[in-house]
T-cell receptor
Framework: AQSVTQLDSHVSVSEGTPVLLRCNYS??????LFWYVQHPNKGLQLLLK??????LVKGINGFEAEFKKSETSFHLTKPSAHMSDAAEYFC?????????????FGRGTSLIVHP | GAVVSQHPSRVICKSGTSVKIECRSL??????MFWYRQFPKQSLMLMAT?????????EQGVEKDKFLINHASLTLSTLTVTSAHPEDSSFYIC??????????????FGPGTRLTVL
């Protein structure tokens, strides 16, 4: 079994300040982990992914995330928020389950960026 | 990166009619596609996993006779909402996995279809 917990339903930051979106997971196997972004009424875009290579993963638009096995975390960060970062962010875990890889989504975190 | 398209992007229909939504992988072969439903301000809810050439696997609580899924080719899966009712109004999103490029676990998402049932 696997699960994902996004600890914050909303995160509010000022433009130019750091962003931290938290994600904890549980999985019986070594998982792959992903962060996706969704702008209003749009599909999902992959920001970055961890698939058992380097634990610090760099993604698009200046985002990065660090896989910490001891803490079962995969938090998403960005040094300086931009207005265009305002969107919904989803953490996803994917691990073997009955011979296939079924992804499990977190509930999402809404990032609000103030001018 | 790999591209997934959905058609239509938006559809409005009368209660009792059926609506078909297409999901296509444009530049890769997708042996597995996923169908999700998303309500406003909520996460994606997996409805079913669609495997090319076989029956779809539905998640618990999803009516297979209501939401018909066909994955007839490696690049096309369709979701048909039969006898649609207002409560079926939602944002439907498909995704596909590209097995051919070694990115086994990554999903590529379509842009979504907004279904409104009057």
């Amino acid at each position: 079994a696997q699960s994902v917990t996004q600890l914050d339903s909303h995160v509010s930051v000022s433009e130019g300040t750091p962003v931290l979106l938290r994600c904890n997971y549980s999985s019986s196997y070594s998982p792959s982990l992903f962060w996706y972004v969704q702008h209003p009424n749009k599909g999902l875009q992959l920001l970055l992914k961890y698939t058992s290579a380097a634990t610090l993963v760099k993604g698009i638009n200046g985002f990065e995330a660090e896989f910490k096995k001891s803490e079962t975390s995969f938090h998403l960060t960005k040094p300086s928020a931009h207005m265009s970062d305002a969107a919904e962010y989803f953490c996803v875990v994917s691990a073997p389950s009955g011979g296939s890889y079924i992804p499990t989504f977190g509930r999402g975190t809404s990032l609000i960026v103030h001018p | 990166g790999a591209v997934v398209s959905q058609h239509p992007s938006r559809v409005i229909c009368k209660s009792g009619t059926s609506v078909k939504i297409e999901c296509r992988s444009l530049d890769f072969q997708a042996t597995t596609m996923f169908w999700y439903r998303q309500f406003p301000k909520q996460s994606l809810m997996l409805m079913a996993t669609s495997n090319e050439g076989s029956k779809a696997t539905y998640e618990q609580g999803v009516e297979k006779d209501k939401f018909l899924i066909n994955h007839a080719s490696l690049t096309l899966s369709t979701l048909t909402v039969t006898s649609a009712h207002p409560e079926d109004s939602s944002f439907y999103i498909c995704s596909a996995r590209d097995y051919g490029q070694g990115i086994f676990y990554e999903q590529f998402f379509g842009p979504g279809t907004r279904l409104t049932v009057l």
